[in-house]
């Protein structure tokens, strides 16, 4: 690859990190050992961010700074939030509801599991966590069956007592809910208030003067697969004066008729008996207690959409001062009374957390489902932390252009495309990533014809035509005739783009609809697939829901029931399979026209279970695989099973998947090799390279995120993971793990097959600071996995030989370090050079690296690092020991240049023969070093003339003369004042011009052989010179020397004679 900045060598040996598998043999590398040095890069988008869910910040330093988001991770900033770092990655559930920071000592940090924010997306937590240093590990503290945990409140002055509001599970009942305390740090705990399993408490605070005095919102809710109650009776504000012994629920002005929803509180620290409780209820609306309590008033009506936000804030020094989450962030200053979206200046909207800076209410943070948004003036202007790669992606798409590119669908965040690779030295910036649709994010894919055009996806079956390129797009969402009911789209409606039929779509709503010509029609297939589920007579939370009374009534759920899932046999274009948010699972043998119900044949799974995926295998028309995801229904277990008759029968594959994984939301089967299935579920991603007989879990140095997609890029061999909390991540060429079998693991040494690789041609774009994401690039070159069964003994390194077609030696690699498993070694394409890559580790001698090493405005950093080798096929051998093992390679030339064959010969020769003359300019600066260090060494103890008779005059004057001479010949490689700034160096000019070449893509222009006779001319007058001082003055001084007694030069082989000029 052509850098126009200073490569890194040539060289890579990943370093590793664990993927446990139980071992085949014992004498033998499991496949999860020989692969953990394999890496997972995370290729963003970071631009959108995704949602936050709670803040806390150090009272000592506000500068440290902790976020908690849906399903990526806990992530800590020390420097305002300018750069951001995760710290909850080793962790085995990613989902943080609440995080606080003891107030009287920041080392100590809580982080509870699984988001209150009632989200139909929403995942579950495991309990609570501890860290005693910051962030930096952590312990789980238990409470593990709470699944949600809405805040955390720390004692202001004694850490070791801590209160956790536990909502317990949003999709059934549970006794693990309510209001914990420990007095211990966490080693035991009370549950203080508990109302029933429906009822938990979704927010808590601590009176920070009286820290006995405590609040609490105890909050009903539940969602099942078709809607969702968000209030009940026991719902309310309660109190406890005695440290939560005993508690009270408050009225007085609050809410006391009806089902009572979420509530969010907030105590104002100056005086704590100013109390703000933002509660939802047939009366919704902001209350205020000026008296810890006891009385309440109405300030007004004001809650939006409490069941996803519930947050109130109240500025510390000034008790009518508020901030409110919401869609839109709205702020007040007359205590609630009347409230002002303006502070909504370029910021996203949906905020679920609201931080006030105790000694500077003009700095404020906010973390929405666009990510953290800072402001130091009250909101007039905001910045975005665009650093953390948060997207909640549920669907992810490939193409086939080079580089591909990736698209996918983000929760909140509508739809981004990017190349999976990007030709400058930065990486894949936010800027690269371009939208496609707005909304909450879902399927997007390419049309196979046209690479620009892409069929793009936003909530509720809302489905575009846009043209990348030019921006152009239209809707093309099946419309019902006029006057009838709309079509039930599924929050996320399965969209397929035929690679069969040009222009073929299909679109699931309750019933199939087919297009042909690209969305500009449609035309429904068979009948309704659903079981028609009357939702409005269901039941939940045991009552039918009302549309008067019920709070918060279905959010989220718009449609019920529909199709989740659509598939195509890559086979015969008319098998179809179906897949129902009610647990019906279809299959077609006609394009649609008429539909079996197979999901009576399915064993273990229980009535009327999601269907989360459908793959339709490449190996035999009646083959499939189902995943279920039954977390709707309080169901945690995996599903995922396999047909080979079209559903007449099936066979489980769950079996080998731990049951702590959760639920199955995707399976693929590998494009190339078949018996290799990915899975993706609530906490990882998993592999079998057997056909789902046994599974292991995907690390590779990725934390256990919730894997919604996955697609193999088939020509790179690159596995894509939708992950809903950390955006996409590429597991660059798997043709090891496609390819490993355990024949292989049994060999001591086995070389995979290398895919071809692409020499790009990069541009440098400058530099950023920490304030920019940037998801690195796919290793430049050739990928070399070799695998050893064990570790070589120390010291001892293989040797790789590449080789061309017509078998000529191209560079010689020593890979050292190697260990057990697979080690990634990238060959960059480049020949070997006699040009030193490291002269700092060389005293004595200077190469060319130019004053500005990062290139600069010269585009390359002046110095050889070996030139490309031209596109073709080439042998790799690797010896270990005594062991050999071969493959082949092609290089394949960058697709945007046409490379001319006589001009890619005349600037290979040219450098070759370069290389060739800085050879011998090394071995000629070399001899004149050796000499000059000799004569030093002889004449270092010689007094001065007649100081000693055996030290004549005319000896004397010989060694000057020669000395003399040798520094004539060495200034011209060596600048005694440092090489910068000096372009008459011999070497570093020939080095100059190598580095040149290497960085052009046309035939040298004529100056540039002339150059090189220039530089070859000047070498033979060195060299001519050498000669004539080895072959005369140096013989004649040593023979004075030995007559005199003395010792002589040390001896040094006569200089060759110099060459005819090459150029």
């Given at each position: 690859?052509?850098?126009?900045?200073?490569?890194?060598?040539?060289?890579?040996?990943?370093?590793?990190?664990?993927?446990?598998?139980?071992?085949?043999?014992?004498?033998?590398?499991?496949?999860?050992?020989?692969?953990?040095?394999?890496?997972?890069?995370?290729?963003?988008?970071?631009?959108?961010?995704?949602?936050?869910?709670?803040?806390?910040?150090?009272?000592?330093?506000?500068?440290?700074?902790?976020?908690?988001?849906?399903?990526?991770?806990?992530?800590?900033?020390?420097?305002?939030?300018?750069?951001?770092?995760?710290?909850?990655?080793?962790?085995?559930?990613?989902?943080?509801?609440?995080?606080?920071?003891?107030?009287?000592?920041?080392?100590?940090?809580?982080?509870?599991?699984?988001?209150?924010?009632?989200?139909?997306?929403?995942?579950?937590?495991?309990?609570?966590?501890?860290?005693?240093?910051g962030g930096r590990s952590w312990q789980h503290m238990g409470l593990d069956d709470t699944q949600s945990i809405g805040r955390i409140a720390i004692d202001p002055s004694n850490p070791q007592v801590v209160y956790v509001a536990a909502l317990g599970h949003l999709w059934g009942a549970n006794p693990q809910r309510g209001l914990f305390k420990t007095s211990d740090g966490g080693k035991t705990w009370q549950k203080v208030l508990f109302l029933s399993e429906n009822t938990g408490v979704s927010d808590v605070r601590i009176n920070p003067q009286s820290p006995n005095i405590v609040y609490a919102a105890a909050y009903e809710r539940r969602r099942t697969p078709w809607g969702f109650d968000g209030g009940g009776p026991e719902g309310g504000v309660y109190r406890s004066l005695d440290g939560g012994a005993t508690w009270a629920k408050l009225a007085n002005g609050l809410p006391d008729k009806g089902p009572i929803g979420r509530i969010g509180l907030a105590i104002y620290a100056q005086n704590p008996n100013i109390v703000y409780a933002l509660i939802e209820s047939e009366h919704s609306g902001l209350f205020r207690s000026d008296d810890g309590g006891n009385s309440w008033t109405r300030m007004s009506s004001v809650d939006p959409r409490p069941s996803y936000f519930s947050q109130i804030r109240v500025d510390p020094s000034n008790d009518l001062r508020l901030w409110m989450g919401g869609v839109q962030l709205r702020y007040s200053t007359d205590g609630g009374k009347n409230w002002t979206t303006d502070r909504n200046v370029l910021i996203h909207p949906d905020f679920h957390a609201i931080w006030i800076d105790p000694r500077d209410s003009h700095h404020v943070v906010v973390g929405c489902d666009g990510g953290v948004f800072i402001t130091r003036d009250r909101g007039r202007h905001w910045y975005h932390a665009s650093t953390m790669p948060l997207g909640q992606a549920y669907e992810v798409s490939y193409d086939d252009q080079r580089p591909y590119h990736v698209c996918a669908g983000l929760q909140d965040n509508a739809v981004w495309c990017a190349p999976n690779r990007v030709l400058n030295n930065?990486?894949?910036?936010?800027?690269?990533?371009?939208?496609?649709?707005?909304?909450?994010?879902?399927?997007?894919?390419?049309?196979?014809?046209?690479?620009?055009?892409?069929?793009?996806?936003?909530?509720?079956?809302?489905?575009?035509?846009?043209?990348?390129?030019?921006?152009?797009?239209?809707?093309?969402?099946?419309?019902?005739?006029?006057?009838?009911?709309?079509?039930?789209?599924?929050?996320?409606?399965?969209?397929?783009?035929?690679?069969?039929?040009?222009?073929?779509?299909?679109?699931?709503?309750?019933?199939?609809?087919?297009?042909?010509?690209?969305?500009?029609?449609?035309?429904?297939?068979?009948?309704?697939?659903?079981?028609?589920?009357?939702?409005?007579?269901?039941?939940?939370?045991?009552?039918?829901?009302?549309?008067?009374?019920?709070?918060?009534?279905?959010?989220?759920?718009?449609?019920?029931?529909?199709?989740?899932?659509?598939?195509?046999?890559?086979?015969?274009?008319?098998?179809?399979?179906?897949?129902?948010?009610?647990?019906?699972?279809?299959?077609?043998?006609?394009?649609?026209?008429?539909?079996?119900?197979?999901?009576?044949?399915?064993?273990?799974?229980?009535?009327?279970?999601?269907?989360?995926?459908?793959?339709?295998?490449?190996?035999?028309?009646?083959?499939?695989?189902?995943?279920?995801?039954?977390?709707?229904?309080?169901?945690?277990?995996?599903?995922?099973?396999?047909?080979?008759?079209?559903?007449?029968?099936?066979?489980?594959?769950?079996?080998?998947?731990?049951?702590?994984?959760?639920?199955?939301?995707?399976?693929?089967?590998?494009?190339?090799?078949?018996?290799?299935?990915?899975?993706?579920?609530?906490?990882?991603?998993?592999?079998?390279?057997?056909?789902?007989?046994?599974?292991?879990?995907?690390?590779?140095?990725?934390?256990?995120?919730?894997?919604?997609?996955?697609?193999?890029?088939?020509?790179?061999?690159?596995?894509?993971?939708?992950?809903?909390?950390?955006?996409?991540?590429?597991?660059?060429?798997?043709?090891?793990?496609?390819?490993?079998?355990?024949?292989?693991?049994?060999?001591?040494?086995?070389?995979?097959?290398?895919?071809?690789?692409?020499?790009?041609?990069?541009?440098?774009?400058?530099?950023?600071?920490?304030?920019?994401?940037?998801?690195?690039?796919?290793?430049?070159?050739?990928?070399?996995?070799?695998?050893?069964?064990?570790?070589?003994?120390?010291?001892?390194?293989?040797?790789?030989?590449?080789?061309?077609?017509?078998?000529?030696?191209?560079?010689?690699?020593?890979?050292?370090?190697?260990?057990?498993?697979?080690?990634?070694?990238?060959?960059?394409?480049?020949?070997?050079?006699?040009?030193?890559?490291?002269?700092?580790?060389?005293?004595?001698?200077?190469?060319?690296?130019?004053?500005?090493?990062?290139?600069?405005?010269?585009?390359?950093?002046?110095?050889?690092?070996?030139?490309?080798?031209?596109?073709?096929?080439?042998?790799?051998?690797?010896?270990?020991?005594?062991?050999?093992?071969?493959?082949?390679?092609?290089?394949?030339?960058?697709?945007?240049?046409?490379?001319?064959?006589?001009?890619?010969?005349?600037?290979?020769?040219?450098?070759?023969?370069?290389?060739?003359?800085?050879?011998?300019?090394?071995?000629?600066?070399?001899?004149?070093?050796?000499?000059?260090?000799?004569?030093?060494?002889?004449?270092?103890?010689?007094?001065?003339?007649?100081?000693?008779?055996?030290?004549?005059?005319?000896?004397?004057?010989?060694?000057?003369?020669?000395?003399?001479?040798?520094?004539?010949?060495?200034?011209?490689?060596?600048?005694?004042?440092?090489?910068?700034?000096?372009?008459?160096?011999?070497?570093?000019?020939?080095?100059?011009?190598?580095?040149?070449?290497?960085?052009?893509?046309?035939?040298?222009?004529?100056?540039?052989?002339?150059?090189?006779?220039?530089?070859?001319?000047?070498?033979?007058?060195?060299?001519?010179?050498?000669?004539?001082?080895?072959?005369?003055?140096?013989?004649?001084?040593?023979?004075?020397?030995?007559?005199?007694?003395?010792?002589?030069?040390?001896?040094?082989?006569?200089?060759?004679?110099?060459?005819?000029?090459?150029?």
């Amino acid at each position: 690859m052509r850098f126009l900045f200073r490569l890194q060598r040539s060289l890579l040996l990943a370093a590793c990190a664990g993927l446990a598998l139980t071992p085949l043999l014992p004498a033998q590398q499991s496949a999860g050992q020989a692969l953990a040095s394999l890496r997972f890069r995370a290729i963003g988008p970071a631009i959108q961010g995704g949602r936050v869910d709670d803040i806390a910040v150090s009272a000592q330093n506000p500068n440290v700074i902790y976020i908690g988001t849906a399903n990526g991770g806990l992530w800590k900033s020390s420097d305002g939030g300018n750069a951001w770092a995760p710290v909850f990655d080793g962790q085995t559930n990613l989902s943080i509801g609440a995080v606080a920071v003891a107030p009287s000592n920041p080392a100590i940090v809580w982080a509870g599991t699984g988001e209150a924010n009632n989200r139909q997306s929403a995942t579950w937590g495991n309990g609570v966590y501890r860290s005693l240093d910051g962030g930096r590990s952590w312990q789980h503290m238990g409470l593990d069956d709470t699944q949600s945990i809405g805040r955390i409140a720390i004692d202001p002055s004694n850490p070791q007592v801590v209160y956790v509001a536990a909502l317990g599970h949003l999709w059934g009942a549970n006794p693990q809910r309510g209001l914990f305390k420990t007095s211990d740090g966490g080693k035991t705990w009370q549950k203080v208030l508990f109302l029933s399993e429906n009822t938990g408490v979704s927010d808590v605070r601590i009176n920070p003067q009286s820290p006995n005095i405590v609040y609490a919102a105890a909050y009903e809710r539940r969602r099942t697969p078709w809607g969702f109650d968000g209030g009940g009776p026991e719902g309310g504000v309660y109190r406890s004066l005695d440290g939560g012994a005993t508690w009270a629920k408050l009225a007085n002005g609050l809410p006391d008729k009806g089902p009572i929803g979420r509530i969010g509180l907030a105590i104002y620290a100056q005086n704590p008996n100013i109390v703000y409780a933002l509660i939802e209820s047939e009366h919704s609306g902001l209350f205020r207690s000026d008296d810890g309590g006891n009385s309440w008033t109405r300030m007004s009506s004001v809650d939006p959409r409490p069941s996803y936000f519930s947050q109130i804030r109240v500025d510390p020094s000034n008790d009518l001062r508020l901030w409110m989450g919401g869609v839109q962030l709205r702020y007040s200053t007359d205590g609630g009374k009347n409230w002002t979206t303006d502070r909504n200046v370029l910021i996203h909207p949906d905020f679920h957390a609201i931080w006030i800076d105790p000694r500077d209410s003009h700095h404020v943070v906010v973390g929405c489902d666009g990510g953290v948004f800072i402001t130091r003036d009250r909101g007039r202007h905001w910045y975005h932390a665009s650093t953390m790669p948060l997207g909640q992606a549920y669907e992810v798409s490939y193409d086939d252009q080079r580089p591909y590119h990736v698209c996918a669908g983000l929760q909140d965040n509508a739809v981004w495309c990017a190349p999976n690779r990007v030709l400058n030295n930065q990486g894949i910036l936010n800027s690269d990533w371009k939208s496609a649709e707005g909304g909450d994010g879902f399927y997007v894919a390419h049309d196979p014809r046209n690479p620009d055009v892409v069929y793009a996806e936003m909530e509720g079956g809302n489905l575009t035509r846009r043209n990348l390129r030019t921006g152009q797009f239209l809707v093309i969402q099946p419309q019902p005739p006029f006057g009838q009911p709309r079509y039930r789209f599924n929050w996320d409606a399965p969209l397929i783009v035929s690679n069969q039929a040009p222009g073929t779509l299909f679109f699931g709503a309750s019933r199939v609809f087919k297009s042909t010509d690209a969305g500009n029609t449609w035309t429904p297939l068979g009948s309704e697939l659903t079981t028609k589920f009357d939702r409005d007579k269901a039941p939940i939370l045991g009552q039918i829901p009302s549309r008067k009374t019920t709070l918060s009534l279905n959010d989220g759920v718009s449609a019920f029931p529909t199709l989740t899932e659509l598939a195509q046999s890559p086979l015969n274009a008319q098998i179809l399979w179906a897949g129902t948010d009610d647990g019906n699972l279809q299959v077609s043998r006609d394009g649609g026209q008429t539909w079996a119900n197979v999901i009576a044949n399915l064993p273990g799974v229980p009535k009327g279970t999601w269907v989360s995926r459908i793959e339709a295998s490449r190996t035999a028309p009646g083959t499939a695989y189902v995943a279920f995801d039954g977390h709707r229904s309080d169901d945690l277990h995996p599903y995922l099973y396999k047909t080979t008759d079209y559903g007449q029968s099936w066979t489980s594959l769950s079996g080998g998947i731990p049951a702590a994984a959760g639920s199955i939301h995707v399976i693929r089967e590998d494009p190339s090799h078949p018996n290799v299935l990915f899975a993706g579920a609530q906490f990882g991603g998993f592999v079998s390279l057997d056909g789902g007989a046994t599974w292991s879990q995907l690390r590779m140095g990725l934390p256990s995120l919730q894997v919604d997609d996955i697609q193999v890029q088939p020509r790179q061999h690159d596995l894509i993971l939708a992950t809903h909390g950390r955006s996409i991540y590429i597991l660059d060429d798997i043709l090891a793990l496609e390819n490993m079998t355990p024949q292989t693991l049994a060999e001591p040494m086995h070389l995979f097959p290398i895919r071809a690789a692409t020499e790009w041609i990069v541009n440098g774009d400058g530099w950023f600071s920490a304030e920019h994401f940037a998801g690195p690039n796919p290793p430049d070159g050739a990928i070399l996995d070799l695998y050893l069964a064990a570790a070589p003994a120390a010291g001892q390194s293989a040797k790789i030989e590449i080789t061309d077609a017509g078998g000529k030696p191209v560079r010689t690699l020593t890979a050292a370090g190697l260990h057990a498993g697979i080690n990634r070694i990238i060959w960059d394409f480049r020949r070997g050079t006699a040009v030193p890559q490291s002269p700092q580790s060389q005293p004595g001698f200077a190469t060319y690296p130019a004053p500005n090493t990062d290139g600069g405005g010269r585009g390359y950093d002046g110095s050889a690092h070996g030139i490309m080798v031209p596109p073709g096929l080439y042998s790799v051998h690797v010896q270990l020991a005594d062991r050999t093992a071969s493959q082949t390679v092609e290089m394949l030339a960058d697709p945007r240049i046409t490379l001319n064959p006589a001009a890619e010969a005349a600037r290979q020769a040219l450098w070759l023969r370069l290389d060739a003359l800085y050879a011998a300019g090394i071995q000629a600066r070399d001899l004149a070093n050796g000499i000059q260090t000799s004569l030093k060494a002889v004449t270092a103890n010689w007094k001065p003339a007649g100081g000693d008779p055996a030290i004549s005059p005319a000896i004397q004057d010989q060694a000057k003369t020669i000395a003399t001479k040798l520094d004539a010949i060495q200034s011209a490689f060596i600048s005694q004042r440092g090489f910068f700034g000096n372009g008459n160096l011999l070497l570093p000019a020939i080095a100059e011009l190598m580095g040149k070449l290497e960085y052009e893509s046309a035939a040298p222009p004529a100056q540039q052989p002339q150059r090189a006779a220039a530089l070859a001319a000047k070498l033979g007058s060195l060299q001519a010179s050498l000669h004539t001082l080895t072959s005369g003055a140096l013989p004649q001084l040593n023979t004075a020397l030995n007559k005199a007694g003395i010792p002589r030069v040390l001896a040094v082989p006569k200089a060759p004679s110099p060459r005819p000029n090459p150029f």
